[in-house]
């Protein structure tokens, strides 16, 4: 009925222009690539050109953020419609010479579980870029240029099939946040951009670490993920593998303990940057849990699942009751985005198709919404002067529309239905209480009201109540409220039709895991494995 | 009495020991180098000797005289260098104290 | 046009409404208003024709897989029977009455764009309740309508009031899903499946699965939706909307939501768990009546009524429930609770939507004064609707026969004398609370001369507003009479609701009588007519005080809230701060530091130290070299 329509209007088109002649899957790998390379040449272009008019960058910057984001819509069309049984997609490989002896090239494709994150990226890129385009920042062009590194790595990180360049790319993307935190950020941004430089590589190292052994230790002899998938490690190591990668891709994650440099960070970045980051840049360590560490290493992931429980309960309830006693609007952004990592890890925790399936959902539509988040606290710290909730109030009547994007932003990343988030966070409690911990749910569901109390009481601080201090500027202007709504309707989307994105997830993770992962059957005994 | 190689031996070591202890001890720059280069002389001594008495009838053996030739070679090198320095120190503190010449310190 | 179409035209029309209105009006009142509006008439239209004409009163399910992840699939469907057309049809009626209401009640707000969006994104979610086939849907709805209510009751949101009122609302109805997910979850992993159907046949091969723990769970959604004791507090707050809101959402149909969930649902509930269900009904039934006493707003006397008959509604399940599974001889006696509780919940979205309005139309009449002890005179100002207001009244206390309160509290009675004593004569009691105060209400506010200006000033309020008073008064009034109901319709009220016979039937009346007559007799004489102050409040202080201290619920919150809570976020952050970000953090940014301030004391700068280091080296290398290591070093 309602479902298949968007299904099959996508569909239709996808089958349309990928029938036509046999070329199609050369284009649509070509059109992988040029999605990571279109904004790295224009950044490059914009650092190397001489003098240009302040009209010819925003045009440069705009087309390098929109390339990349189209492609990725048409991409995950084409998927869509043409691979409904999951399986990796638009490959292509390029020999690298002297890496070669290693087992690495740049190889790139697309799956069911990378795709949910590759949409995203392209979307809050295009989000990101036209937020910063209008931001009217100093020194436009070298923002442009650091935001278009980014982007580029992004797209790379999610598209990249190699290890190391799923690595590099995620580098890539990671230093411009340091120097955009450094040049632009607000108050305290130097300690704050040495503090997160050296917190994140730590991270890094740790994880480059854990996947050169997990490589050497699997006994692939390519160091991408389709191979490394065939030979599972054997058991011994499995622990200390396991535990590499967890703590290294947790740091880059936020995973608690490892948390305290997020909310600082993502409150003294400039909003794009923030928005980049803890959008899309900071699924890359959960996107690399579910791609190598979960289907390699199955029993080092049951070796580390109790702690992970703690640690993510942590994240949870820790992390959520800090949210509450914020007075700040972006640092409780911050808290709240690493409270919502509780979640997906708990998701990654349950170990079964529909924890890691609704992570998954629940990964895609936090990015958007706190993305979206993030930029209209920017908006509101433009207009009110501050982001301090005490001296913030009654905005609501002197801007409406940003009261009601705001609120609904709000409601999207507290789990409303109507809105993507919420399939997440659903598939993510009906898979706990299948897991073999059943009492973690009661815990986990404490975070719902959690997350009521802090983001209602964000939105009544800021917009209801009496009008307060000083307000610049009108209502959310159009150029503003382009990005805005760009996030939002994607979140309605998702939220009213869910399959547009489950469904490959679905197929993708019952693939990945096909051996690993029990599929957990409803029934009316004590639940039992399947295939 | 025969001279023999322990003689020369003997005098080598006294020179090093002279020159080792000049090194750590002395706190004139020049005068450390002084020491430094009676080491290096106590080393040819010894390498010359080593020649002299094992030498095989019908059979010389150079290799020690041909490593002194290189060590005096390398000494002279060593010396303008090191001079050089010392008198770009002077120029700079107008001392050659050991004590003096800290700034690169921590 | 099949079955299927018509539903999805009633559930989406509302929406599209919504949608249009967000796009094209929302500066646009008269636009807005109009969409609103025609929704709600299609709503009604479509859905007096299925009961009419195109529906034949068999159960219709139809149902489309909306998310498959794993073993867990979400269906999104339909499912249309007795119970939920009855609902559709009270939902339908009594909204497109509001509906026109509001037209005329909100003619002077500024924000009617915004208003009338949410009036129809909260019609949406409310069929959807109604018409949800399985679990997980309705909690998709149950959670929409929460937002529907957190929007409309934060209406004015320059008011302080209006502000903290909807917040409030939303979490406490959050807490309670809290419980109704837990009791979904569980629900789903026990028997497989969450369609209301499916359910029931496996509950019917399988009973022992059944557990009180998951009937518990699932009622705390009704404890939130339906405000039972102790996730009471909302309601009274949410007076701060607008009064259609508090008309449509806060009386007739979100509230009641709970009470229908509970006859969708009706098979997941042990015995034991019905007897909490009773007891938590006749709690909230009788403190709300004590409440009701100290109120001197008109709408806060409203609301509290209206928690006490939901509080009717839900012990009428329970008890209904109990006395069926006991006395289980006639064929629908599975279905008394369900019959005793939509029979209360129907003629209570009558009367007490009427009350709302009413107090509404006085409201707007007074400009906006909602004191009643400054009204008084209004009969003679406001004749329709003093006499509609009149009927409201007589029907909440439920007279005999010209009441249709009084037939459906009638049966809520009758199971609760045949189920449980206590509970019997806790109700009656509370039913002659309920004359009481209403009388006192009533006599205060209607009767006798005007107690202030802008009493002085009122009068008769438009059309718009008057015509639904007189509808919802005249099923008030017949509402107890089937034959105001579509045939398809009759099944629930009529053979659901268990009848009193013979001796019993004398005695309920008799009972009924004597309360409600009685109730408003002592109201006249407490009170007297039109007075200025509370008698009860000068002659008899302490009782009064524990009426007005509601039992300090609202204090226990907020003092947990306050001092509990924030106290506890502050000392985690402070905890996390000092701790992790500080010991762990800083502490190791602190040792990386320290060893090199050790390491940079290598650099003294002395040639001599070099030298020395040098020979030191030196030494080790020739130990090494003489074998001195050989065995440390494998």
């Known amino acids: 009925m309602t479902t298949q329509l968007p299904i099959a209007l996508l569909g239709g088109i996808g089958e349309f222009l990928t029938s036509a002649g046999h070329n199609q899957p050369v284009l649509n790998a070509l059109l992988l690539m040029l999605a990571i390379v279109v904004p790295l040449v224009v950044a490059l272009a914009l650092a190397i050109s001489g003098a240009l008019s302040e009209r010819a960058v925003k045009v440069c910057g705009a087309l390098g953020f929109l390339v990349p984001g189209l492609i990725s819509l048409w991409l995950a069309a084409v998927y869509i419609s043409a691979f409904p049984f999951g399986g990796y997609a638009f490959e292509m490989s390029a020999d690298l010479g002297l890496l070669e002896r290693f087992g690495i090239q740049l190889h790139l494709g697309l799956n069911g579980l990378a795709l949910p994150f590759y949409i995203m990226a392209g979307l809050v890129g295009m989000a990101a870029g036209f937020y910063a385009i209008q931001s009217g920042v100093e020194r436009l062009r070298l923002y442009l240029i650091l935001l278009l590194v980014m982007q580029g790595g992004l797209m790379g990180v999610f598209s990249s099939i190699d290890v190391l360049f799923f690595y590099f790319f995620h580098e890539f993307a990671l230093i411009p946040t340091f120097i955009m935190i450094a040049l632009w950020g607000r108050k305290g941004r130097k300690a704050v951009a040495i503090e997160v430089t050296i917190y994140l590589t730590f991270g890094a190292m740790i994880t480059l670490a854990g996947l050169i052994a997990l490589y050497l230790f699997s006994g692939a002899e390519q160091f991408n993920m389709i191979a490394m998938r065939e030979a599972i490690v054997e058991a011994p190591y499995q622990g200390t593998l396991f535990g590499l990668l967890l703590i290294g891709f947790g740091v880059l994650v936020s995973l608690f303990p490892f948390h305290t440099w997020a909310p600082r960070a993502y409150a003294t970045a400039p909003a794009p940057a923030a928005m980049l980051h803890a959008g899309v840049l900071k699924k890359f360590g959960l996107y690399g849990l579910i791609q190598l560490a979960y289907p390699l290493l199955p029993q080092g992931a049951a070796d580390w699942a109790p702690l992970l429980l703690w640690l993510a309960l942590g994240n949870l309830l820790i992390i959520g009751f800090v949210t509450m006693s914020q007075r700040d609007l972006k640092l409780m952004l911050g808290n709240a985005s690493v409270m919502h990592m509780g979640y997906a890890f708990l998701g990654l925790y349950a170990y079964s198709t529909v924890g890691i399936g609704a992570a998954i959902m629940m990964l895609f539509a936090h990015g958007l919404s706190v993305a979206l988040l993030f930029l209209l606290a920017d908006v509101v710290e433009k207009r009110g002067g501050t982001s301090d909730f005490k001296e913030l109030g009654g905005m609501g009547l002197r801007a409406p529309v940003l009261m009601g994007l705001f609120t609904a932003a709000m409601l999207a990343s507290i789990g409303l239905p109507g809105f993507a988030n919420f399939w997440g966070e659903l598939g993510i409690f009906v898979a706990l209480f299948a897991s073999d911990t059943p009492w973690v749910l009661y815990l986990s569901l404490i975070g719902i009201i959690i997350s009521a109390v802090y983001g209602l009481r964000a939105v009544a601080s800021v917009f209801f109540g009496e009008a307060k201090g000083e307000f610049k500027g009108g209502d959310i202007t159009p150029a503003e409220k382009a990005p805005a709504l760009l996030l939002l309707i994607s979140l309605f989307v998702i939220g009213l039709w869910p399959k547009v994105v489950s469904d490959p997830v679905n197929e993708s993770v019952n693939r990945s895991f096909k051996d690993a992962v029990p599929t957990v059957t409803a029934s009316t005994d004590e639940p039992t494995l399947s295939e | 009495m025969i001279i023999g190689l322990e003689h020369y031996f003997f005098v080598s070591v006294l020179l090093f020991a002279i020159g080792f202890f000049g090194v750590l001890l002395r706190k004139n720059t020049l005068v450390v180098f002084m020491c430094l280069e009676l080491m290096l002389s106590a080393s040819i001594l010894a390498l010359i000797a080593f020649s002299r008495y094992h030498t095989t009838p019908g059979q010389g053996l150079m290799e020690g005289n041909i490593f002194v030739l290189f060590i005096i070679a390398i000494a002279a090198c060593e010396v303008a260098v090191g001079l050089s320095i010392i008198v770009a120190l002077w120029r700079r503190n107008q001392t050659v104290e050991l004590s003096e010449i800290n700034e690169l310190k921590h | ?634």
């Open chain 3, 1 to 634: 046009m099949d079955l299927g179409t018509v539903l999805s035209v009633i559930l989406l029309a509302p929406l599209v409404a919504a949608g249009l209105i967000w796009i094209l009006a929302r500066q646009r009142a008269a636009l807005a208003m109009t969409l609103s509006l025609g929704a709600a008439a299609t709503i009604l239209c479509l859905s007096l024709w299925l009961f009419f004409a195109g529906w034949d009163g068999s159960a219709f399910e139809i149902s489309t897989e909306w998310l498959t992840l794993g073993s867990l699939t979400l269906d999104v469907g339909f499912l249309l029977n007795d119970l939920s057309a009855l609902m559709l049809f009270i939902v339908a009626f009594v909204g497109f009455w509001i509906h026109l209401f509001s037209v005329g009640y909100m003619n002077d707000d500024k924000a009617r764009g915004r208003f009338f969006g949410g009036l129809s994104i909260f019609m949406f979610s409310m069929l959807g309740i109604v018409l949800a086939n399985n679990l997980f849907m309705m909690f998709i709805f149950w959670e929409l309508v929460g937002f529907s209510s957190y929007m409309l009751i934060g209406h004015y949101l320059d008011t302080d009031e209006a502000a903290q009122a909807s917040k409030k609302a939303f979490i406490v109805n959050r807490v309670g899903d809290f419980g109704f997910l837990i009791g979904i979850i569980i629900t789903y992993w026990t028997f497989g499946t969450v369609n209301f159907n499916e359910l029931r046949e496996v509950v019917g091969t399988q009973p022992q699965l059944v557990t009180t723990l998951m009937g518990l769970l699932l009622f705390c959604g009704v404890l939130g939706k339906s405000a039972q004791m102790p996730l009471h507090v909302w309601l009274p707050d949410a007076m701060a909307g607008p009064t259609p809101i508090s008309a449509l959402i806060h009386a007739a149909t979100m509230v009641a939501a709970g009470v229908y969930f509970l006859g969708r649902s009706f098979f997941l509930f042990t015995e034991e768990a019905l007897h909490i269900v009773a007891w938590v009904g006749v709690v909230t039934a009788v403190s709300a009546a004590l409440w009701a006493f100290a109120q001197r707003d008109i709408k806060k006397i409203l609301a509290y009524s209206t928690l006490s008959q939901l509080g009717y509604m839900v012990a009428g399940f329970g008890l209904g429930s109990l006395y069926g599974l006991h006395h289980g001889d006639a064929h629908n006696a599975l279905y008394y609770g369900i019959g005793a509780s939509m029979f209360h919940l129907t003629t209570h979205a009558f009367f007490k939507a009427l009350l709302f309005l009413g107090s509404g139309s006085v409201i707007h009449a007074c400009h906006h004064e909602q004191d009643i002890f400054k009204m008084g005179g209004l009969w003679k100002k406001m004749p329709l609707t003093t006499l509609t207001f009149a009927a409201g009244v007589i029907a909440i206390a439920g007279v005999p026969f010209i009441a249709a309160g009084f037939f459906s509290k009638d049966a809520i009675l009758y199971v609760a004398m045949k189920s449980s004593q206590p509970a019997f004569y806790l109700l009656t009691g509370t039913a002659l609370l309920t004359a009481l105060y209403m009388g006192r209400l009533f006599f205060i506010a209607f009767l006798g001369k005007p107690n202030s200006a802008s009493a002085e000033h009122a009068h008769e309020s438009p059309w718009t507003i008057v015509l639904p008073l007189l509808v919802l008064a005249v099923f008030s009034i017949g509402g107890g009479y089937m034959i105001m109901y579509p045939v398809t319709l009759q099944e629930v009220m009529g053979h659901w609701v268990p009848h009193p016979h013979g001796k019993d039937h004398t005695t309920m009346i008799i009972i009924s009588a004597v309360a409600s007559i009685i109730g408003l007799v002592l109201a006249r004489i407490i009170y007297g007519a039109g007075a200025a102050t509370d008698k009860v409040e000068k002659t008899l202080p302490p009782v009064f005080a524990i009426s007005r201290s509601r039992f300090y619920f609202d204090e226990i919150y907020g003092y947990y809230v306050k001092k509990v809570q924030d106290r506890l976020a502050d000392v985690v952050a402070f905890l996390d701060t000092l701790f992790i970000s500080g010991v762990l953090v800083r502490g190791s940014a602190a040792v990386a530091g320290l060893l090199g301030v050790t390491a940079r004391r290598l650099h003294t700068g002395s040639v001599s130290t070099y030298v020395w280091w040098f020979f030191a080296g030196l030494v080790l290398f020739g130990a090494y070299a003489g074998g001195f290591f050989d065995g440390i070093i494998q």
